[in-house]
């Protein structure tokens, strides 16, 4: 299992959502097995925070290997299925942070309205760390409400043959391309022509 600093190398920062991230795969690596080689478990997040760069070092889910899918949808779920047995695994964060000091709540605020004094960062470093020693240290049924039902896995990558733009000449993944003037075009040199004809 690697540890929060390995995964602060490919993140860059520590922090709480990084930390968030940390547990989900730990507990999705308890209950479905080991890290994915070969695209044998998929990962289904539905926020794009911090917390899903743990995800991807973690579980060998990621976004280049085609087996994360990103759903928009601003929420702190996150669900792993292993391809071969169906097992299906939803996390849900509902975690409350720990009840902060009045100083560390006015520290925020000055921090927030451009503050960079010694004293705030010191408070704001504190309360960062805090946070994520709250969250590396807290029970899974505090941080996350798990269930296992069923989800329809999403197909596996697929490997498109790529076809030249004819109006930039760069190779493009055919079904992204469209028709201009039934020749095909790639989606920035579409866009640019529609708005070209808009004007
Ligand atoms: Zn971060
Ligand atoms: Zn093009």
């Known amino acids: 299992m690697k540890t929060l600093d390995e995964i602060a190398g490919f993140h860059g ?18 209950e479905l097995g080991e890290r994915d080689v070969d695209e044998e478990m998929l990962a289904i997040v539905e926020n794009d925070s911090c917390a899903v760069d743990a995800v991807q070092v973690m579980t060998g889910c990621t976004f280049g ?14 669900t792993f299925i292993r391809r071969n047995t169906g097992k299906t695994l939803r996390i849900s964060v509902d975690w409350a942070a720990p009840e902060e000091s009045p100083e560390e709540t006015d520290a925020w605020k000055k921090y927030s309205g451009g503050d960079r004094s010694k004293k705030v960062l010191e408070l704001i470093h504190a309360r960062k760390s805090n946070k994520i020693k709250a969250i590396m240290e807290a029970p899974d049924e505090q941080l996350f409400k798990v269930s296992h039902e069923p989800v329809k896995a999403p197909g596996g990558a697929r ?31 579409s866009d640019k022509a529609q708005e070209g004809a808009k004007e």
Request: net charge positive.
């Open 65 to 78: 290997k085609g087996n994360l899918y990103f759903r928009d949808h601003g929420k702190q779920v996150y």
């Open 159 to 189: 490997i498109y043959p790529s076809l030249r733009c004819s109006k930039c000449g760069e190779k493009t993944m055919e079904p992204r391309m469209r028709l201009l003037g039934g020749e095909p075009v790639c989606m920035p040199c």
């Open 13 to 30: 920062h520590i922090c709480p959502g990084l930390a968030l991230g940390y547990r989900v795969s730990e507990l999705a690596l308890r």
